[in-house]
């Protein structure tokens, strides 16, 4: 019998289906569990799935009595390890060979095990991760922003990814854990460890892949606060760090060529804007630089347009704006920290 590593297991002519073992990490989520276990536990009744194992991260609320409810495998991390070291305690002992993780905040579609399931036989690859849909359970607007600029972002960029997302992906066993899983002690809280990991099985010739279709439900309640915070703390200056370490820079979803130039766009449009204010430049120079971010910035507004509406529309890709302003600066403060480290030593 061939092992679950060789990749003529996922070709679609041998008709293979991979056993998957749904990975759940867990800190204070009882909230949010009955929601995401159900059509989890639905699938394990329906042999879509071989089991459902909800790590407990030291929770003190009633997660771990939620998910023995729904009937999944609970373990006990052993401490506050986060996410990445959560997964990587049930992954030893999973049963499948496909480690799908899927966050306790997601409510996965009900066709998510059997779309995952046909994205890797027919690609083949060592890990396949999906998308939030497009009907966040945040009526507010950060909330339906944030959702649907991930939205955007996934559905645009299917197909060979160059990275990983484990809010709703999956590796193949054997991978992740000659991979060494996630790294753990670099991202001890929920941050870009996934991104990480991702890069690493790129690095070893692992193919990943983008299939939107693997939809889940996100039902993370966006306020400014914890975006700012999300952002920047746990997002833009980790990954800053990990793409100036590895001294390349990504072409690929919201790092790629394009954006980049949007970015730039946003800090010349308010620099161009204050030098006028300032009467150092004239006005025509910021509403041409105002113009090129519309055009540069069309396709978003045309999608949030349709998604939400004009006046959601307006407002959504004003705030991207910001978004591109406040990552920009983060990565060129986390240039300058490197700059400073070299020249000191």
Not at 65 to 80: D, I, P, T
Not at 120 to 134: H, K, L, N, R, T
Not at 162 to 168: E, Q, R, S, Y
Request: glycine share 10%.
């Amino acid at each position: 019998m061939p092992a679950a590593s060789d990749p003529e297991r996922c070709g679609g002519a041998t008709g293979w289906r991979p056993a998957i073992s749904v990975v759940m990490p867990v800190y204070n989520g009882a909230e949010v569990l009955s929601a995401s276990l159900a059509p989890l536990a639905a699938m394990r009744r329906g042999g879509e799935i071989a089991e459902i194992i909800v790590v407990d991260d030291g929770s003190t609320d009633a997660s771990v009595e939620v998910a023995r409810a729904f009937g999944a495998r609970v373990l006990a991390s052993g401490g506050r390890l986060g996410p990445g070291g959560a997964r990587n305690v049930a992954a030893q002992s999973a049963v499948g060979d496909i480690l799908w993780f899927v966050d306790a905040d997601v409510v996965v579609h009900d066709d998510a095990a059997q779309a995952l399931g046909r994205a890797f036989e027919a690609s083949g690859a060592a890990a396949v991760f999906g998308s939030y849909d497009d009907r966040p359970a945040g009526t507010n607007f950060l909330s339906q922003y944030k959702n649907l600029v991930h939205y955007y972002y996934h559905h645009r960029g299917g197909g060979e990814a160059d990275t990983f997302w484990a809010g709703c992906g999956a590796v193949r066993k054997d991978v992740f854990l000659a991979s060494g899983g996630f790294d753990a002690e670099a991202y001890p809280h929920p941050s870009i460890e996934d991104i990480e990991l991702g890069y690493r099985l790129r690095d070893h010739g692992h193919r990943i892949v983008l299939a939107p279709e693997v939809q889940g439900t996100h039902l993370k309640i966006w306020r400014l606060g914890n975006l700012l915070h999300t952002d920047t703390a746990r997002r833009a200056l980790p990954w800053s760090r990990l793409i100036q370490s590895r001294r390349r820079l990504p072409d690929a979803l919201n790092v790629g060529m394009g954006e980049r130039i949007r970015a730039v766009l946003a800090a010349a449009l308010l620099a161009a804007a204050a030098l006028a204010i300032s009467g150092l430049l004239p006005a025509w120079v910021p509403a041409l630089v105002l113009l090129s971010a519309i055009a540069a910035n069309a396709g978003l507004f045309a999608f949030f347009r349709r998604a939400r509406g004009t006046l959601f529309a307006l407002g959504a890709v004003a705030f991207h704006q910001l978004y591109y302003l406040y990552s920009s600066a983060v990565y060129v403060w986390c240039w300058l920290e490197r700059r400073l480290a070299i020249c000191h030593r």
